[in-house]
């Protein structure tokens, strides 16, 4: 028989001995846990840095919801207006606005308050949102609209996209009286718009700040119908011009050299009436490229317009081509400012880097 005494002392070392192997255990799975953890989540950062889009773009995407709009009703809205006033301020999630088929007479604003908007239409009959205000219309107040509050869609926020949409400002003119008037205007940043169609005659699209991108568009006008300070690609889009005489396409307003900004289109197609110039520089240091585009006859042999009232710009714009196409592509009469880019100077403006696409760009 084991005397009491050592019972005791063996049954104190069992206890001794199970408590640090629990404890070691514990310890492990601990161990196991917080390894885990730190593994998930550096490879969560991984994930974000191969998906490339920065984080409020992420959480708002994984969050969507709808809203529908159809003036015919049956839908949650008869207005755009409607739907766009339900949206909560700072709103932090994709809200989708589903447009039916139909002719929407509003003017649209949407404040910087409500970015992650969404303007979705049918690709085989797209809405068109109309008004016909222009830069001289009186406000209420005794002032005029000017420009920047002529639009027919105005839109201040950040992360906008727009797919199926015709924004449209129908303003009508006497022949010896063009205004402008615009059609969208586009201040919110990291904002795209896919197989939309834009028209006006003067001022038609207002690219006015920010980092765009436009794909698959249509864009008419007369009188410098792509104009502002905007960084934008727009890539595979059309440039009807509807001047009867001779206009500029792009007045693009790089007003100094440090400012990043400027308009790239690539693939697109210059066509139409009239007579255009490519651009003219509304700022002193205007920055437009054409790369890989067909340029129908109306575009003129020099190619840029020189007329602004001040020859100093013409030393400090950027206006180049790259590898375009068709007869009004030729450059052998190309005011002697125009540059002739080369592969390694066309490669900062054909692709997504240019607008910095890979942190904010999403498949429609």
């Known amino acids: 028989m084991v005397p009491k005494t050592h019972l005791q002392c063996i049954l104190f070392l069992l206890s001794l001995l199970y408590t640090t192997c629990r404890l070691e255990m514990e310890s ?10 730190k593994s998930h989540q550096r490879k969560t950062i991984l994930e974000n840095k191969r998906s490339g889009l920065d984080l409020k773009l992420q959480q708002a995407e994984s969050n969507k919801t709808i809203l529908t709009v159809s003036k015919d009703g049956g839908a949650d809205f008869n207005t755009i207006n409607e739907a766009i006033n339900s949206i909560s301020p700072h709103n932090t999630r994709r809200v989708v606005v589903s447009i039916a088929p139909g002719v929407y007479r509003e003017k649209v604003v949407i404040p910087e308050s409500l ?48 797919i199926n949409i015709i924004f449209e400002n129908n303003a009508s003119y006497l022949e010896s009286k063009v205004e402008q008037a615009v059609a969208l205007r586009i201040s919110g ?49 059309t440039l009807n011009s509807v001047t009867k005489n001779v206009t500029s396409i792009t007045a693009q307003k790089r007003s100094n050299s440090s400012l990043d900004s400027g308009f790239s289109f690539k693939n697109c197609n210059v066509t139409g009436s009239g007579h255009v110039y490519l651009g003219r520089p509304w ?68 692709g997504i880097d240019f607008i910095q696409g890979d942190t904010w760009l999403i498949s429609p």
């Open 28 to 37: 492990d799975f601990d161990k196991w846990v917080s390894w885990n953890m």
């Open 115 to 162: 970015p992650f908007v969404t303007f979705l239409g049918n690709a085989n009959d797209q809405p068109t949102i109309s008004a016909n205000d222009t830069s001289s219309v009186t406000r209420s107040d005794g002032t005029t609209l000017k420009t920047f509050n002529s639009a027919t869609v105005a839109v201040n926020a950040s992360y906008f996209i727009a």
């Open 189 to 237: 940043n990291k904002s795209a718009f896919y197989n939309c169609s834009f028209y006006g005659v003067q001022d038609t699209l207002y690219d006015h700040k920010g980092i765009h991108y436009f794909k698959n568009c249509f864009i008419q006008g007369s009188t410098d119908f792509i104009f502002g300070y905007g960084r934008t690609l727009y890539e595979n889009c």
């Open 283 to 350: 700022g002193e240091y205007s920055r437009v490229v054409y790369s890989y585009t067909f340029m129908d006859t109306i575009v003129l042999p020099k190619g840029w317009d020189e007329s602004w009232g001040d020859q100093k710009r013409n030393m400090t714009v950027y206006y180049g081509e790259y590898k375009c196409s068709g007869p009004g592509s030729n450059l052998s009469k190309r005011v002697p400012w125009a540059r002739m880019l080369t592969d390694e100077e066309a490669q900062l403006f054909i």
